[in-house]
């Protein structure tokens, strides 16, 4: 999965107001907000950007259907904005693509219920706003969906989402940093950090040895390893996580230029995407436990997965080109991971500020939030940019 980015170190110092741990889209997120708010930063990666859950995700900016089951309303407002903002900021990163719900006899969803879901939807994108249109696709349409299964079909309903490049929003964001006066360094390993009255003392490895670096603030946003981090920095207790391993696979045909959002036959929601001119199918809940960076997709996971697509595309050619996985950081729960939250959930300890959860697409309003964290430690600065309107550049342009 990992294409090395040209990744560089541009550290000067030995110290900073605000260290960020973590090369993925809240770490870059984290590094822009600060970098933004005029605080001198450094981002710090041990592999390269995005390497790990911020390049295996389903890569939609979307509000997430889905969650206004679990009662997730604020959470998806707030995603249907951020999508809103980065269609606006970063049109080279992000479209916005048609995607067809089709509901069978045997749905868990009556009609209604996806039509008062998808109203909501709308209602939360701004009723003037053409990305949140959305309609019931007639009947003699549907011979023209790309050979979806009619069998027992009840009814398809269309709306509108985003699609994006995980990996390149990722390397996006901290570029933006970057131009704000942000540093980073990558490859680099956060090794250790020590809290005294001055703030904290940090070694991190990179190809020329240990350097030690003095910071006010020390931002954990390193997903996965979020406990581990938590644990060089000399803290006893972990964040009462679980971590659930996400699988997608990208067959070597192109299904459709659409989009498709399955029900599966344990009525979970499984994306069909257009992906470089390929399929990407996913995801899977699957609990995970050992090295974060061993993460691998399962045969069962790759069955369901496959499973689902033929019975909803019988004529498709189902010859993978790729599968990776991704994990989750939820809060630990004896429920389904369906059914948990997918805020952001923050811990601040000493100015140790550590954050897991949440979606690729609300990353800024994550950083946000982070932000005010910050401030309670560090005085205030003058700001020199507003996130909300800075543009984001595909970074293939830049290099
Ligand atoms: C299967 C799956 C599908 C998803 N689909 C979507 C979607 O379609 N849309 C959406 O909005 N959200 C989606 N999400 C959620 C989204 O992908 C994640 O919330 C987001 O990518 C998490 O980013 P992060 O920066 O917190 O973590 P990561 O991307 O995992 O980044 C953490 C980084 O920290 C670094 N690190 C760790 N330890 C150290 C250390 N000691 N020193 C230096 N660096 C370190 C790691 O190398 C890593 O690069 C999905 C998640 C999964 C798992």
């Known amino acids: 999965m990992s294409m090395h980015s040209g990744t560089a170190t541009t550290m000067t110092d030995s110290h900073y107001e605000v260290l960020v741990v973590g090369g993925g889209i809240h770490g870059a997120g984290a590094a822009q907000a600060c970098a933004a708010a005029g605080y001198r930063c450094l981002l710090v990666e041990q592999h390269d950007w995005g390497w790990a859950t911020s390049s295996r995700s389903s890569k939609l900016l979307h509000g997430g259907l889905r969650y206004l089951q679990t009662g997730q309303l604020k959470l998806v407002r707030e995603c249907l904005q951020e999508r809103e903002r980065l269609l606006r900021n970063a049109p080279e990163l992000a479209h916005s693509n048609w995607f067809y719900l089709p509901l069978y006899e045997d749905s868990n969803y009556p009609p209604w219920k996806i039509f008062a879901g998808l109203s909501l939807y709308r209602l939360f994108t701004g009723l003037a706003n053409p990305h949140g249109r959305f309609r019931i696709v007639p009947r003699s349409e549907w011979q023209h969906l790309h050979g979806l299964c009619t069998d027992r079909l009840r009814a398809v309903f269309a709306y509108q989402d985003a699609q994006t490049d ?137 069955q369901y997965l496959l499973a689902t697509v033929r019975e909803h595309f019988p004529q498709a050619d189902l010859a993978i080109h790729e599968q990776f996985s991704g994990l989750r950081v939820l809060p630990a729960s004896t429920e389904r991971a369906f059914l948990r939250s997918r805020d952001t959930q923050f811990l601040d300890d000493r100015g140790l500020i550590s954050l897991y959860g949440g979606k690729l697409t609300a990353y800024r309003a994550t950083a946000e939030q982070l932000l005010g964290h910050v401030r309670r430690h560090l005085d205030a600065r003058t700001p020199i940019a507003d996130t909300r309107t800075l543009p984001l550049h595909h970074p293939a342009a830049d290099s």
Do not use: M
């Open 166 to 302: 995980d990996r390149l929003l990722t390397q996006a964001v901290k570029d933006s940093a970057v131009s704000l006066g942000c540093e980073t360094a990558c490859p680099a390993e956060f090794l250790a950090a020590t809290h005294s009255s001055d703030g904290w003392r940090v070694d991190i490895h990179d190809s020329s040895g240990i350097r030690t670096i003095n910071c006010s603030v020390l931002v954990n946003a390193s997903g996965p390893w979020v406990n581990d981090v938590i644990g060089r920095c000399g803290s006893r207790t972990s964040l009462p996580i679980e971590l659930v391993q996400g699988t997608h696979l990208v067959l070597q045909q192109q299904i459709s230029r659409e989009c498709f959002y399955l029900e599966a036959s344990d009525h979970r929601a499984v994306f069909v995407l257009p992906w470089h001119g390929r399929t990407l199918v996913g995801t899977t809940e699957t609990r995970y436990q050992g090295d974060p960076a061993a993460t691998q997709p399962t045969a069962a996971e790759l």
